[in-house]
């Protein structure tokens, strides 16, 4: 009944269009007043409590960082190098934007900025020379939803943050699974690209090569600089994220020369809203989180799956199948918010390692981001691309079923995961 409840009030407030922040309290004090135990001092302290969190201080500078690398030139830096590797292949400026997408990927974190950054640059080029509309607005979609599976990653220290866990070892975890999401995009474009006629980009000689390579360092090195400095214990997460803005900021401004006080503070602005709304969200969480704990909502749940629980891996596929279909219709962070507090007791209980759970639930509410009604991402790629949501959804299916046949791989064989990410944790 309390589930049914939680369920009922919470899908009823997102349909009428409320705030999911706002759905989630609505669902929290409707449950709260059918145990008789409603208080809004337990609330208010609730939301207040629940964004009192060391992690989360790594949301606000991650987000500056991913603003200052594409205002300061980082992120175009990152273009020209891919450019001048890959971009005389058949059908090169496709390779281009998914080796780009892995190398921001490592930079921004965000699904959105990625995207954003990739159509921006990539896709007048490609239209320019001769590439399908469709095709190229759904390779660069797919490849924008790379960012927050690999580190630094905004959704994997929510995850962190809801389901008690290292955001360390999801750092680390989510490097090997981001890395072939992006093979599996390479594998794909080349079967797409192999009877192409159009005109490959002239190959670049080895100076420009190497001068891509020298002008792009500075932003090549900060994925290394987060990824080592965590894996070794130099910094935390959260101090990662800081190393990370003021490296960002440092680079933009006195070697780049492409950051000003005007740009910053602008960036600061957009950052400061960007944190403002995910800040609350996480507040309204840990409400809804501290109140399914209470009115047991995970044991119910796993009453419901108990008949799966001595399969992981029929239970693992069950859990994608619904992750899957809310992914469709919910962005990522309240997804994580809302589910992985009711999964995460069943996923333990079931002797599922909790790292690569909460790495296959990103990874899963990722395909969401660019798959409609919602499709976050593609919603961003059509406005920024100037271009119809039918020509995105006919251009990224492939590309969807691609990313589903890999998640049903990592279902199957979850040592492609859990094998290297317990090497490189060590």
């Known amino acids: 009944m309390t589930l049914a409840l939680f369920l009922a009030v919470l899908i009823g407030a997102i349909l009428l269009r409320l705030p999911v922040a706002f759905a989630l309290l609505a669902a929290a004090g409707a449950l709260m007043l059918q145990m008789g135990m409603f208080s809004a ?113 905004l959704p994997l220290i929510i995850l962190g943050v809801a389901g008690n866990l290292s955001i360390a070892k999801l750092f680390i975890g989510g490097i090997v699974p981001g890395l072939f999401m992006g ?11 192999r009877k192409s006629d159009l005109e490959p980009q002239p190959k670049a000689t080895r100076g420009e090569r190497l001068k891509a390579l020298r002008d792009s360092v500075w932003a090549l090195l900060l994925p290394v600089i987060i990824i080592v400095g965590i894996r070794f214990g130099v910094f935390t997460p959260t101090e990662a994220a800081v190393v990370a803005a003021v490296y960002a900021i440092a680079v933009s401004a006195g070697v780049y020369r492409e950051l000003d006080a005007r740009k910053l503070l602008a960036v600061l602005i957009r950052a400061g809203r960007s944190t403002a709304l995910v800040m609350f969200l996480v507040g309204a969480a840990m409400v809804a989180s501290w109140v399914i704990t209470i009115a047991q909502l995970p044991q119910q749940l796993a009453g419901l799956l108990g008949p799966l629980a001595d399969d992981p891996k029929l239970l693992m596929a069950a859990i994608m199948v619904v992750v899957l279909l809310v992914g469709m219709v919910m962005d990522l962070a309240p997804a994580i918010l809302i589910l992985v507090p009711l999964f995460m007791p069943l996923v333990k209980a079931a002797g599922i ?40 959804v006919r251009g990224v299916y492939p590309f969807v079923l691609v990313y589903i046949g890999l998640l049903v791989l990592f279902v199957l064989v979850p040592q492609i995961i859990t094998v290297p990410m317990h090497w490189l944790i060590g």
């Open 41 to 153: 001092d337990i609330v208010s302290q609730s939301l207040i409590n629940g964004v009192d969190n060391f992690a989360l201080l790594a949301i606000p500078f991650f987000m500056v960082a991913g603003e200052v690398m594409a205002v300061g030139g980082l992120s175009d830096r990152i273009v020209r190098l891919a450019m001048a590797l890959v971009g005389h292949w058949r059908g090169g400026l496709g390779y281009v934007a998914i080796i780009t997408s892995l190398l921001l990927a490592g930079l921004s974190g965000s699904a959105v900025a990625d995207a954003a950054a990739l159509v921006s640059i990539l896709y007048p080029m490609m239209r320019k020379s001769g590439y399908p509309a469709s095709r190229s607005v759904g390779l660069l979609a797919a490849g924008g939803i790379i960012a927050p599976v690999i580190p630094p990653s």
């Open 183 to 193: 093979l599996a995009l390479m594998i794909t474009w080349r079967f797409m690209m």
């Open 353 to 392: 390692d909790p790292i690569y759970f909460g790495l296959m639930f990103v990874i899963n509410c990722c395909i969401g981001l660019i798959t409609p009604p919602v499709g976050t991402v593609l919603n961003v790629v059509c406005g920024v691309g100037n271009t119809t949501m039918t020509n995105a």
